[in-house]
């Protein structure tokens, strides 16, 4: 199957994010002590895909027991972007993937889909002088599902690139071609999944096209 738009999560596939993230879960709630900080980190680490609001939401109700105000939501975000921005915007976009958006983004369609916030995402789209090659960005608050359904909606063979379970499901529950970004953060996430797996962009050319790819073969790893 030959595909005529791809539809990229953002972090963990255009950039290695996932570790600054991590840590800044960790850190911001750090203040209520190790423990705290530690279940926050662990529910985030299984939610990864999903928005940050919807993470804050969780923890501040049943590990922080406290009351969940639109204000403690936004500070919480607010820390986030203090803590990760400037750190995002020093991570480097893979020499390989970059020449594959500028030779094919005249060929095919590119989305981003991601639960970082709307804006958020388009601010560092555009510090990262790559904003250009997507037709589309979609952020938070929507979800992935609701991104895929709206870039499907043109009828045309899509192909999403994700890195966790939340863009696997979506895809899946969508009838959504996947493929999925490994890195040391989900290498052992989805040792009993058998789909296509790849390490980097480097032969990404010669797969996207490939004529058999499906979320229910094996493939091997590139």
Known sequence: M???QIIFDFDGVIVDSHRVKNKAFYQLFLSHGKKIAKR??????KNVGKSRFIKFRFIIKNILNERVTKKKLNS???KLNLMTLEKIYKLKVSSCLLNFLRKENKNLEFYISTGTPQKVIERILKKKKIYKYFKKVYGSPMNKIQHIKLIRRNK???LF???SYEDFNSC???NTNFILKVHKENKNDFLKKKILKIKNFKNFASI???KTISNRKSYPIF
């Open 2 to 4: 030959q595909f005529d």
């Open 40 to 45: 926050a980190l662990n529910y985030h680490l």
């Open 76 to 78: 919480f975000s607010s």
């Open 156 to 158: 045309k063979k899509t």
């Open 161 to 163: 690139i994700g890195d």
């Open 172 to 174: 899946n529950k969508t």
């Open 208 to 210: 996207y096209n490939c």
